[in-house]
């Protein structure tokens, strides 16, 4: 079948936001109102902020502000992988922090386990499932990257599964796959929305204010506090926490440090018995492949497969603009080379087609500060892996606006900042540049060009 023939039906909407949980919006702020903590972004990172500070202080009054909807942006659309991985992954990590790696890795540990915790604390049902990833080789050089990283991460306290190409096939099945290594403890499997609108929840049973449809436009020294000023109204707030992630930040000198990079996805229809059983796939874990463009798929709790990544599109400009949600050429490449993993699915058909922006920096890994004298802090920069590294980074901006020194803001992971991107046109002419050598690798037995390593030399990077 023709892969783009596919798509005829497929919904250009987030799977996951369609959900009949979607939880009504709130009214939005109108007049004036004051508070020890505003929270300004109502994804996981200003969530876990409101949630967690409760959960410090019950006395607390936290304010959270959300321009749109809980959940509607880069929480309620992505694909649900939720890894322990505080720094895109065990190998950047390596590269960047190696001194502090293992501590960063018993850190990130400690905070899924802490998500898993709170899931169940709270009794949110957002279809957690603990499965690991497994990485999968589709280039024997690939494989060799894999089973160096195997043999290396045993020193910092992992341990992960090396699967021949056997053992790989008789988990998940399909003829491209030459081998993997699987990460049995440290990701989790998770319905994105449902997680967002259950720490909501949690979020309102524990007494924070929460104000939907409510941008805060800016930012100002108010007394010993700050104003916060909204289309209809202000908030008065002892101390401000910033989870806008990939939106322009109040604090301008931060924007310099963030791109907007589209990520794209695509849901089957259910599969039948059938068709699962000629995948095998009976323990359910995340997988993604190895190239510099990969991909990653996972399935839902209802037997659909989620099938995204590859194509990781900057905009000139760095606007994020919904239009760029929708990229056809991208769903039509996703489709094709879906359709060469599992070829056994011939004939499925995708139900949603969508895409959303991914905050990256040049480090791949989220940095932190505070602004305004210390009575603001912001965490940015997760790039594509913040789903279980926003709830630290919520820790990190309460413990800096708490102006105490933990174990999280000892690191120099913590304290250092990316370098910043170059203003247009540079930005762009650099990352395209950037994206044509990734992409030459991936066809060149994995090879970098002169371009990638003098940027592995600088420290800096562009990955999604
Ligand atoms: C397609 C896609 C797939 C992904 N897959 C994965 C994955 O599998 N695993 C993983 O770990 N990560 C993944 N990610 C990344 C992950 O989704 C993000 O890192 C994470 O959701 C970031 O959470 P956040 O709260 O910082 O940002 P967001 O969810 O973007 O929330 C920020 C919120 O702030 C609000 N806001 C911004 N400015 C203002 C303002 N001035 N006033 C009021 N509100 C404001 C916005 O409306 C928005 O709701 C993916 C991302 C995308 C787009």
């Known amino acids: 079948m023709d892969s783009a023939r ?28 004051s508070c020890d903590l505003l929270v300004v972004g109502g994804g996981y990172s200003g969530l876990w902020t409101a949630l967690i500070a409760k959960e410090r202080d019950p006395s607390l009054d936290v304010v959270l502000v959300e321009g ?20 895109h992954g ?15 890795e018993r850190q990130g540990t400690a905070n899924l386990q802490a998500i898993e915790d709170t899931l169940k604390r709270y009794g949110i049902d957002a279809e957690w499932e603990r499965t690991g990833e497994i990485d999968v080789a589709t280039q024997p050089h690939q494989l060799e990257e894999l089973h160096e990283v195997a043999a290396a991460v045993a020193d910092y306290g992992l341990d992960l599964t090396v699967l021949d190409a056997d053992a790989l096939r008789a988990e998940v099945d399909s003829p491209t796959f030459l081998g993997g290594v699987w990460d049995k403890e440290g990701v989790a499997m998770v319905h994105p929305a449902k997680l967002a609108w259950g720490l909501k929840q949690a979020c309102l049973d524990q007494g924070v204010r929460i104000f939907e449809r409510t941008t805060a436009a800016e930012l100002a020294e108010h007394g010993t506090g700050m104003a916060v000023r909204t289309a209809y109204g202000r908030v008065f707030a002892r101390r401000v926490a910033l989870g806008t992630n990939v939106f322009p ?58 099938w995204g990544g590859y194509d990781a599109i900057y905009q000139y400009g760095g606007r994020v603009r919904q239009e760029y949600d929708q990229r056809p050429e991208t769903f039509r490449t996703l489709s094709a080379n879906f359709f060469r993993c599992f070829p056994q699915l011939e004939g499925v058909r995708f139900t949603h087609a969508w895409g959303g922006a991914i905050d990256t920096c040049t480090r791949f890994s989220a940095f932190f500060d505070t602004a305004y004298r210390g009575r603001v802090a912001y965490a940015a920069g997760y790039t594509g892996l913040g789903v279980g590294a926003t709830r630290y980074g919520a820790e990190v901006m309460l413990d800096l606006l708490a102006g105490e020194r933990t174990e999280r803001t000892a690191l120099e992971m913590v304290r250092s900042k990316p370098l910043p991107f170059p203003p247009e046109p540079v930005r762009w002419a650099g990352i395209e540049l950037t994206k044509w050598s990734l992409d030459r690798a991936d066809r060149n037995g994995g090879r970098r060009n002169l371009w990638l390593k003098t940027m592995d030399r600088l420290g800096l990077g562009f990955d999604s």
């Open 249 to 306: 930040s109040l604090v301008k000198r931060v924007r310099p440090f963030v791109v907007p990079v589209y990520d794209y996805a695509l849901m089957t229809e259910p599969l039948s018995a059938g068709q699962l059983a000629s995948i095998g796939w009976r323990g359910r874990q995340g997988l993604g492949d190895s190239a510099n463009k990969f991909h990653y798929f996972r399935l839902s709790a209802d037997n659909r497969i989620l």
């Open 6 to 33: 596919a798509l005829s039906d497929a919904r250009p909407t987030p799977f996951w936001l369609e959900d009949p949980g979607r939880p009504q919006a709130l009214p939005a702020l109108v007049g004036d109102t």
């Open 68 to 87: 749109q909807e809980v959940g509607w942006a880069a929480s309620g659309r992505n694909g649900g992988f939720c890894a322990a991985s505080l720094t």
């Open 90 to 104: 065990f190998g950047n990590g390596l590269q960047r922090w190696p001194g502090e790696l293992a501590e960063l």
